[in-house]
DNA sequence: GAGTTAGTTAGTCGTATGGCTAACAAACAA
DNA sequence: TTGTTTGTTAGCCATACGACTAACTAACTC
């Protein structure tokens, strides 16, 4: 649990972009220096920076300066954290699902009867 | 599957912002009109409307009007996507986990040595 | 010490975002 | 038919975003 504080609307933000996920992945992988992070992509070095920013304030990546190299590395329990939004959101769903089918089933029973009372009176 | 493509941009730009994100946790719950959905706010509806058009154009939830109420629902399919993209790269998290156990492993039995060296040396 | 590498800061530019008001349209209600 | 409700469009505004260049710092290398 470090310090830093990951609000979703900024880790949502940081993921809104094609560059910073691919980065995201990238560091899955392992840490990666600045320059090593900037190879990929035909951008300019302060373009690229400014992403590695938006990640870190974001809190899905930290970064380290030793002498003149900056290493970045993911957050996991960030994304984790982040996965588990949409999770929770599933599970409201799911409880939706449920209660709708316990409703159709009603409704199914009901229409039974209905049907039963037409051929009744068709017949 | 739905007509409408949905891309991680728009999607993960969609849920940055905290008033569309309590839209899809009520969506979740339930299906529900523009103006049911704009009580909550104090917002003006045309900007409430905006937010429900940028969850569309995501592809996150779908609407359809009949008569003059815009009925919003969830496309759940979307949000198990984007969960899925974020499992994935814990996938690759872990691996890169296992591959630095393996190797800390390794470093421990060279460390090993070292000591029984060290200590023979020293004793 | 001079040159190279790695990152950083500052400033510019066009576009996108998120909010607003005012005014309009269409559907329903009395 | 006259209102009321429910959305919708258009236009305005301030701020944020993503890209760039130019210039600078700091750390290694020779």
């Given at each position: 649990m470090a310090n830093k504080q990951a609000s979703l609307?900024?880790?949502f933000a940081a993921l809104s972009d094609?560059?910073?996920?691919a980065i995201v992945m990238r560091l899955c992988r392992e840490p990666a220096s600045v320059s090593e992070l900037s190879?990929?992509?035909?951008?300019?070095?302060?373009?690229?920076?400014q992403h590695v920013r938006v990640l870190e304030t974001s809190g899905l990546i930290q970064t380290e300066k030793i002498g003149r190299v900056r290493t970045c590395s993911l957050r996991a329990e960030v994304m984790a954290?982040?996965?588990?939004?949409?999770?929770l959101q599933r599970t409201v769903w799911a409880q939706r699902l449920d209660r709708?089918?316990?409703?159709?089933y009603e409704l199914q029973a009901t229409e039974m009867k209905h049907v039963k009372r037409k051929r009744k009176g068709k017949q």
């Open positions: 609307d900024l880790v094609a560059t910073r996920r190879k990929p992509f035909a951008m300019a070095m302060p373009t690229l920076l954290a982040t996965e588990q939004w949409l999770a709708m089918e316990s409703y159709v």
